[in-house]
């Protein structure tokens, strides 16, 4: 017989569990320049890819690259978004052995040593998610330092406040935010996909890990 309360939770954690999937199976992060003549420039950021679309006019052309292979300085902004990746499939782990155990409560008892066992990985996942969540939060710093390194090295080869100049937007100082120029140019940024499916992964889990703990999941 199927125990509806164990079965409400299985649910709950296979639903974060999508979410971490569609955390490491797409973008994080886009930056999205709109200039005055209607045409956009959106790009979107994962760990190992960086995705262009520009649209005018209704139409849209689509260009996938490797960091390697786009100008510019990624290296501080690809350890975070790789920690993030880190944690987000840390998490998929220990849902997947919550489902494995909440499976089995569903369908009959399980001991006390498996009902530990199951709340040390949901504990495990909600702890992963939280530092998946969080990391993404340095990307700004992550970029103002990239931008930097990129200003030296580089063709232009800035010093002082040309760096300053160069480095000084809010996009390098804030999360999400957006800035329009004189002409009526707009740059904007922040999240997109990914994170906002790690968020609600965390929402999910972290509800799961309460009615887990203060229902009678456990109970005949």
Known sequence: MVKILPLVSLVLIVLSAVCTIIGFS??????????????????????????????????????????????????????FYKAALSMDILAFVNLFFSACYMGMAAFKEISPANQTKLKNSLNGATVFL?????VVLGLPKASRED????????????????????????????FIGSHTDEDGSKLSWGPTTAWIAIVVGL????????????????RS
């Open 130 to 134: 939280i530092i998946a969540t969080f």
């Open 203 to 218: 929402g999910i889990a972290f509800f799961n890990n309460i009615f887990v703990y203060c229902g009678p999941v456990f």
């Open 147 to 174: 931008c930097e390194d990129y200003a030296k090295d580089s063709s232009l080869n800035y010093t002082g406040s040309q760096v300053d100049e160069m480095c000084g937007g809010d996009i390098y100082k804030k």
């Open 26 to 79: 797409t973008y994080w992060y886009q930056v999205k320049y709109e200039g005055v003549s209607g045409s956009t420039v959106t790009t979107y950021y994962k760990y190992n890819k960086v995705k262009s679309v520009l649209s005018f006019n209704g139409d849209e052309e689509t260009d996938t690259s490797n960091y390697d292979d786009v100008d510019g300085e990624f290296s501080a902004q690809l350890k």
